[in-house]
């Protein structure tokens, strides 16, 4: 029953992560609600050409500290849970096992306007935090742009298909979309973890 309840709960939250497709290992799963925590933030792209993040699709890979079981967070820009005049993106929520977690590798897929590309970060990133039981840890916001080429032949400037993550914090907009969509989980402490320098890039883009 223990682990139906958990099955049940990775359904309800990852059905609300529009826009963001969630892959979790089946070793997750074996989990009771006493050593249960959750994991939010959100995955966004710049709106403003030539640098717009609209086309690539951004993958986080997450896994527990000293495991090789790999979570996959992936957003194709295909839905937006907010909008401004230069960002949209949507809100990523699910349940883990409280323990030792990394963001160690964030990866693009683009295009250059002639093929297709794919970009990744090392494997090293080696950002840290801890899902806490009953808790609900927040680590902020990534905020996917293409790097800018230009044009040989008309001398204009467009989306390389490479990306580039600069992360940020978002608290107040995406703690209130995490209680809007879960108003059973409102009363949780929502930590925010930083992790790493506000507004700075996270990863270099060279080619696999």
């Known amino acids: 029953m223990r682990v139906i309840f958990f099955f049940f709960t990775i359904t309800l939250l990852l059905g609300c992560s529009s826009g963001v497709d969630v892959s979790i290992p089946d070793k997750y799963s074996e989990t009771t609600k006493y050593n249960k ?31 090789e079981d ?28 409280a323990g030792e977690y990394e963001l160690y590798c964030i990866g693009f897929k683009g295009s250059n306007g002639t093929k297709s590309i794919t970009s990744k970060s090392r494997n090293d990133l080696g950002l840290t935090f801890s899902v806490v039981p009953g808790k609900i840890t927040y680590i902020g916001q990534f905020v996917t742009s293409s790097l800018v080429a230009k044009s040989k032949l008309w001398n204009i400037e467009y989306p390389s298909g490479y990306g580039v993550i600069t992360y940020n914090n978002a608290y107040r907009r995406d703690k209130a979309l995490f209680n809007e969509r879960h108003p059973d989980l409102y009363n949780l402490d929502f930590l925010p973890k930083q992790l790493a320098e506000i507004n700075t890039r996270l990863i270099s883009t060279k080619p696999k």
């Open 37 to 67: 925590g959750y994991l939010a933030g959100s995955i966004s792209s710049t709106t403003i050409w030539p640098s717009s993040g609209e086309g690539l699709v951004t993958t986080l890979y997450i896994r527990q500290k000293g495991h």
């Open 70 to 97: 790999v979570i996959t967070l992936v957003n194709n820009n295909s839905d937006a849970d907010f909008i401004s005049d230069s960002l949209k993106g949507q809100l990523f929520s699910l349940p883990l096992p």
